[in-house]
């Protein structure tokens, strides 16, 4: 079973930009949103995954993904997922020892802008950037399957 430890941090300015190692247009739609998982669909840089997520709140939860052909990721965006789909591009961004993702939101979600970063164990150190702002690691509407039903521009 795989585990995702990850913390999700609001992004108060720009200075991100100049460590910037990579960026990626990604589209995500979810296909099942339960108690217990939800089922997402993922387009980026030509390839597409299908990921299983447990809706545990906090650092940890199990996830498991597996790739899947892109034209029947298109095809799931298209007819299966939920709409809007979420819409970002995610920037690679190097600070201290750790890669974090930065996502900046487009459509309905425009202007929102976070910081993730995965850690091997939950109490493991990392450097914090200037760049970020508030933990959101806890709350549940910055969660992309969130941000579908009830987007930023809606808050």
């Known amino acids: 079973?795989?585990?995702?430890?990850?913390?999700k941090f609001l992004v108060v300015n720009e200075q991100w930009r100049e460590h910037v190692l990579s960026e990626s247009r990604l589209k995500q739609g979810y296909l099942a949103n339960q108690i217990n998982a939800s089922i997402r669909?993922?387009?980026?840089?030509?390839?597409?995954?299908?990921?299983?997520?447990?809706?545990?709140?906090?650092?940890?939860?199990?996830?498991?993904?597996?790739?899947?052909?892109?034209?029947?990721?298109?095809?799931?965006?298209?007819?299966?997922?939920?709409?809007?789909?979420?819409?970002?591009?995610r920037y690679k961004v190097r600070c201290g020892g750790h890669v974090w993702d930065l996502d900046v939101f487009e459509g309905e979600n425009r202007g929102l802008v976070v910081a993730e970063v995965e850690l091997a164990h939950e109490d493991e150190r990392f450097e914090i950037p200037p760049w970020v702002g508030d933990e959101v690691s806890g709350d549940a509407k910055y969660y992309n399957v969130n941000l579908v039903a009830m987007p930023y521009s809606r808050w």
Request: glycine share 6%; charged share 30%; no cysteine.
């Open 41 to 89: 669909v993922r387009m980026g840089n030509g390839k597409a995954h299908l990921n299983i997520k447990s809706t545990t709140i906090g650092i940890s939860r199990s996830e498991f993904e597996y790739e899947v052909p892109t034209e029947d990721a298109e095809a799931m965006l298209r007819e299966v997922a939920q709409q809007p789909f979420i819409d970002k591009t």
């Open 1 to 7: 079973m795989a585990t995702e430890i990850e913390r």
